[in-house]
């Protein structure tokens, strides 16, 4: 049997060979969830990507370009309806990008309020040194939880990510997480049915060479042993989990 692979959180945009990834994702029947950095790159992306029915566009305002002209909201406002998914949005609390902190916390809060003013969205969370105050945010602006929400490369303590479990928040685990054991911990404490599969390409690096959505099959490896489970049982959880992540409200 042909295992399907999900990659739930990758930069499809920002590969220099864009075509040729595209290309072997359908091939080797990767479903994807190529994530934006700006609402603009949200426009370009639908188009070059309506030839591949496996690759859903996320519409996304990045925390690091949070203080520029490319967190442009009134875009992402009118862009939303053309959206199933939202992602990369969050905050990011590391020293080159603190400065910004407060102003991350506004953008992020009315990303999560116009989402639940228009039914709901799958969101995919960037959270670096900061998953209290994104917890909190999804707390407060969204207390019925009309969104979900799929904390990309988690790396908060064990008490936050058992907390966002509670919340029915959604883990996208990629092949960097495994190579420390505090990476590993958090890994092992995560329910199996909130665990979604990601690259985080092109900034996670295999040596010196990007993952592409299909080296994902590693980190499905990787889970399939820690679950004690075939391969093509692990991927029909993370497949199934997906899918509920995507289920409209």
């Given at each position: 049997?042909?295992?399907?692979?999900?990659?739930a959180?990758?930069?499809?945009?920002?590969?220099?060979?864009?075509?040729?990834?595209?290309?072997?994702?359908?091939?080797?029947?990767?479903?994807?969830?190529?994530?934006?950095?700006t609402?603009?790159?949200?426009e370009?992306?639908?188009?070059?990507?309506?030839?591949?029915?496996?690759?859903?566009?996320?519409?996304?305002?990045?925390?690091?370009?949070?203080?520029?002209p490319?967190?442009?909201?009134?875009?992402?406002?009118?862009?939303?309806?053309?959206?199933?998914?939202?992602?990369?949005?969050?905050?990011?609390?590391?020293?080159?990008?603190?400065?910004?902190?407060?102003?991350?916390?506004?953008?992020?809060?009315?990303?999560?309020?116009?989402?639940?003013?228009?039914?709901?969205?799958?969101?995919?969370?960037?959270?670096?040194?900061?998953?209290?105050?994104v917890?909190?945010?999804?707390?407060?602006?969204?207390?019925?939880?009309?969104?979900?929400?799929?904390?990309?490369?988690?790396?908060?303590?064990?008490?936050?990510?058992?907390?966002?479990?509670?919340?029915?928040?959604?883990?996208?685990?990629n092949?960097?997480?495994?190579?420390?054991?505090?990476?590993?911990?958090?890994?092992?404490?995560?329910?199996?049915?909130?665990?979604?599969?990601?690259?985080?390409?092109?900034?996670?690096?295999?040596?010196?060479?990007?993952?592409?959505?299909?080296?994902?099959?590693?980190?499905?490896?990787?889970?399939?042993?820690?679950?004690?489970?075939?391969?093509?049982?692990?991927?029909?959880?993370?497949?199934?989990?997906?899918?509920?992540?995507?289920?409209?409200?």
């Amino acid at each position: 049997m042909r295992i399907k692979l999900l990659d739930a959180h990758c930069h499809l945009d920002l590969y220099p060979s864009y075509e040729t990834v595209v290309t072997e994702c359908i091939a080797n029947h990767v479903r994807v969830l190529a994530v934006t950095t700006t609402p603009r790159a949200f426009e370009g992306n639908l188009s070059r990507t309506n030839r591949a029915p496996m690759i859903d566009v996320a519409l996304g305002i990045h925390p690091q370009v949070v203080g520029t002209p490319n967190a442009d909201i009134a875009l992402f406002r009118r862009l939303l309806p053309m959206a199933q998914f939202v992602g990369e949005v969050g905050l990011d609390a590391s020293p080159a990008h603190y400065r910004t902190f407060a102003d991350q916390q506004e953008v992020f809060a009315e990303i999560i309020r116009l989402c639940v003013e228009a039914g709901g969205r799958p969101m995919s969370v960037h959270g670096v040194r900061s998953t209290k105050q994104v917890l909190s945010l999804i707390d407060r602006h969204d207390p019925a939880r009309k969104n979900r929400y799929a904390l990309h490369w988690f790396t908060g303590v064990a008490a936050e990510l058992r907390a966002a479990s509670g919340w029915g928040c959604y883990f996208s685990v990629n092949a960097a997480m495994f190579r420390t054991p505090r990476g590993r911990t958090l890994i092992s404490i995560m329910p199996p049915e909130s665990v979604l599969t990601e690259t985080d390409g092109p900034f996670v690096l295999l040596g010196s060479e990007p993952l592409r959505p299909v080296m994902v099959i590693d980190v499905l490896r990787k889970l399939a042993a820690a679950w004690n489970i075939s391969h093509e049982n692990a991927a029909i959880e993370v497949a199934k989990n997906f899918e509920r992540f995507s289920r409209s409200p």
